[in-house]
């Protein structure tokens, strides 16, 4: 059986450089824990970040949805750190309800900070990761990009979107040693989830504890079921994968 790749350091990000988006999140938080446990320099960015809010060496607040921020947070990173080394596009919002409950505003802001973003830091980013001989960008698209789920068309169309990012650059930069591969997750137990049953003016608990039966597995998702994953496509463990969607679902198809 291989080892897993640590470049010696027993450590698989030693020596190298983070950013996470969406660091506030019970995602992002969880990706954070994971890259720092293994060495990374991790630079945290959300809207806000209270003291103490993130375990990140370096938090840099502001709104994805400025095109000149998102732009520039790459080589800001590269500029307090020295380098980059893995982007993790990971923040991101979900519009409920059907195309016709939906404003302009919910298709603009969506689009903005769950395509867009993504799609300005990884074009600022693969300048900077190619000058450096390599890196690796992991996307949280979602299961519902690669098969709708109901009643959410704004949400499942933007992460179709940046699973298709995620395909096509994966396959344009291959030869940069730049890997692009995104993490696609079904329910996750975070604020984006509970919010759902919120709105209803349902219990979330207890709508957790109902969802947890449809799932094979027997629960949905912890933060850090999907964190291990994205640590995984950002190490040297996945070396050889390029443009992969991984579906991680505890067994549960989108129905
Ligand atoms: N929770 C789930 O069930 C689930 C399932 C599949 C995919 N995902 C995806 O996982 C990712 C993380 O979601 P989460 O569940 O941790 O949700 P979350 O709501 O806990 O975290 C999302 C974070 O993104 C940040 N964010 C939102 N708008 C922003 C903006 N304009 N600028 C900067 N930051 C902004 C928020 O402040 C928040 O901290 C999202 O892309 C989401 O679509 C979540």
Redesign the pocket.
């Known amino acids: 059986m291989a080892a897993l790749s640590t470049n010696g350091s027993g450590q698989r990000f030693a020596g190298q450089t983070a950013l996470v988006?969406?660091?506030?999140?019970?995602?992002?938080g969880a990706i954070i824990a994971r890259l720092k446990a293994e060495g990374a320099c991790v630079v945290a960015?959300?809207?806000s970040l209270r003291d103490g809010q993130t375990d990140a060496d370096h938090v840099i607040t502001g709104?994805?949805?400025d095109p000149a921020f998102a732009d520039g947070l790459p080589s800001a990173v590269q500029k307090m750190t020295g380098r980059l080394d893995i982007l993790c596009n990971?923040?991101?919002?979900?519009a409920r309800g059907e195309i016709t409950q939906a404003s302009d505003d919910d298709l603009r802001r969506s689009l903005a900070?769950?395509v867009e973003a993504p799609f300005r830091l990884s074009r600022s980013a693969i300048p900077i990761m190619a000058a450096q001989g390599g890196g690796a960008i992991v996307n949280?698209a979602?299961?519902w990009g690669l098969q709708p789920g109901p009643s959410h068309p704004i949400y499942v169309m933007t992460?179709a979107a940046l699973a298709s990012l995620t395909q096509c650059l994966g396959r344009d930069h291959a030869h940069q040693g730049i890997r692009v591969n995104a993490v696609c997750?079904?329910?996750?137990n975070?604020?984006?989830?509970r919010s759902g049953f919120e709105i209803r003016g349902l219990d979330p608990q207890a709508g957790i504890a109902a969802l947890n039966q449809s799932v094979p597995l027997g629960r949905i998702a912890e933060?850090e079921d999907i964190a291990d994953v994205v640590a995984f496509l950002a190490s040297d463990d996945a070396r050889y994968m390029v443009g992969a969607l991984l579906e991680v679902n505890g067994g549960k198809p989108v129905g």
């Open positions: 988006t969406g660091a506030g999140g019970g995602i992002g960015t959300d809207l709104d994805l949805i990971n923040a991101g919002i979900i900070i769950n949280t979602s299961c992460k997750p079904n329910e996750v975070t604020a984006m989830l933060p």
